[in-house]
């Protein structure tokens, strides 16, 4: 954010995917909020601010017609709410890009802002298109990006309209920037010992995440329905629970690396289980590799729960991805819970701890404990991606 923001027009890429309910109204602002410091610094200094962002999916969820649903996926809902947390009118182009949106754009003043029309409305959005991208750039002086939780997509509005601006004229927002030194405080030399929790559906989500996280953890603690593709390759008996048949091999081959490498994987000793996938289920909690045909693991049982925390209260370094059980369920949701407690516990003694990733993100959330770790991520997939070392397209625009 090192530009003169000085009388610019300034193009901002948000991540204003935020849920509605049938009202329109929005049920969730945190990532409105998480864009808020960069926006009130721009206007501070003299900017005026444009900006833009998608909403939803309106490509994939058209009109029975196969036109767009400009109703339902309209950022001028977010108006109202946007005034109220900025504390000023902002203006909204029904148009992304075309005549209107650029004659908003040219007399917008400093400290004003401007709402650009749901990004996603042209199919261009997502194609990266050249010509799309240039319109958007043609519409300011400064471009930046402070929408993290798209910066694994090469999108027009997030990569490509970043090379209509040279080096000195594009920077991140504040949430960007917050956003990768965090993911590289504990990529980079973190201080040990290093644990990853891994837990959520599928292994096959996360071989890449697992694979790379094996080069630098001392200790990897894997729970959720995953744990049970690991439990059954080796040897166990796990029922009904989810396991992924084809990926029975390639457990065992994480499994040797880990040995080789000296980092302890942790599966979850013993299991809740349940006769079949529902809330109000029959359950009992039994050792993980000796569950019954017809009853699977949904969660980790009191042992599971006890000996993650001890390892996690020996960490310096805490990432924490996925939920241990089907938190949802209120009856498959005290590992979930008693692992974000064993985080925020180790974090007040000092520990650097980062949860990234949709879900576990949900459940530090629903506790309330969001506030009591180190860091918690905005972008469920970027996040995910940049842990596994790929370089971030929305990223790599902003250096190049
Ligand atoms: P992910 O998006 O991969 O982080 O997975 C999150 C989902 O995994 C949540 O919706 C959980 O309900 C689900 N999940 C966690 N544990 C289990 C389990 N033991 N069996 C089935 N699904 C699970």
């Avoid at 457990?251 to 994987?265: E, F, G, S, Y």
Wanted: aromatic residues 6%.
């Amino acid at each position: 954010m090192n530009l003169d923001f000085n009388n610019k027009k300034v193009l901002v890429r948000v991540d204003f995917n935020v849920p509605l309910n049938d009202k329109y109204k929005i049920t969730d602002d945190t990532r409105i909020r998480a864009a808020l410091p960069t926006i009130k610094h721009i206007l501070k200094a003299g900017g005026a601010v444009i900006l833009m962002s998608h909403l939803g999916r309106p490509q994939k969820k058209l009109n029975e017609d196969g036109s767009i649903n400009r109703e339902k996926f309209s950022l001028q809902h977010l108006i109202p709410h946007l005034n109220k947390l900025l504390r000023k009118k902002v203006q909204f182009s029904e148009e992304t890009v075309g005549k209107n949106a650029k004659k908003l754009a040219k007399a917008l003043q400093p400290g004003e802002v401007l709402l650009l029309e749901n990004t996603r409305f042209h199919k261009e959005e997502a194609a990266g298109d050249e010509a799309f991208a240039k319109n958007l750039a043609s519409l300011a002086k400064l471009y930046v990006n402070d929408a993290f939780g798209t910066a694994h997509r090469a999108h027009a509005s997030t990569t490509t309209v970043a090379q209509f601006f040279k080096a000195k004229a594009k920077s991140f927002g504040f949430l960007m920037q917050k956003e990768i030194e965090n993911a590289n405080r504990l990529l980079h030399d973190p201080e040990k010992p290093v644990t990853a929790i891994i837990g959520g559906a599928k292994v096959s989500d996360k071989i890449l995440l697992l694979d790379r996280l094996i080069d630098f953890v001392d200790h990897l603690l894997v729970g959720g329905g995953m744990a049970y593709t690991f439990l059954k390759a080796q040897g166990g008996n796990v029922g009904n629970s989810l396991v992924e048949e084809d990926k029975l091999d390639l457990a065992l081959k994480l499994l040797k690396k880990a040995a080789d490498k000296n980092v302890k994987i942790y599966l979850p000793k013993d299991s809740v289980i349940a006769d079949r996938f529902a809330a109000d289920a029959k359950t009992e909690t039994k050792y993980s590799s000796r569950i019954r045909k017809g009853w699977m693991g949904l969660d980790i049982g009191e042992k599971a729960q006890k000996e993650f925390s001890e390892v996690i209260l020996k960490s310096a370094t805490i990432l924490w991805n996925g939920p241990m059980g089907v938190f949802e369920m209120p009856a498959f949701a005290e590992g979930t819970k008693a692992i974000a407690k064993a985080v925020a516990k180790a974090t007040k003694k000092g520990a650097f701890s980062l949860v990234g990733g949709g879900d576990s993100v949900a459940a530090v959330n629903q506790m309330g404990l969001a506030e009591e770790v180190s860091y918690v991520s905005t972008g469920g997939g970027a996040m995910l991606e940049f842990l596994e070392g790929k370089e971030l397209p929305g990223i790599k625009a902003i250096h190049t």
